[in-house]
């Protein structure tokens, strides 16, 4: 099963204050929009999402359709056939894909809780 792009979302109580510290470790801007309370910051291969305000917890955040550099692939497995196939495996959702194409999303619970978010951009 291949869940495309990896990034942690990294729910930040000061924006600013965290983009300044992730930048020490070497962290460079590469997306995001400050003016709304969010970047995306990367390190070589590492890529890690800062939001202020849009939720309460960190995320595991996968994109289906994406490489790690951030562009579209050529062939990935689209986000309703990963929730299916989880599906099939028992897994239970905590919000699921809607429509038949194009961008999507599906939210799961670790067993300890921690959410893992798939989103398809494209």
Known sequence: MELGAFSVSLAVKDLAVSRAFYEKLG????????????LILKNGECVIGLFQGMFEKNILTFNPGWGQDARPLDSFTDVRELQSELKEKGIEFEMETEGSEGPAYFLILDPDGNQILVDQHV
């Open 27 to 38: 962290f460079e801007t590469t997306g995001g929009n400050q003016a709304e309370n969010w």
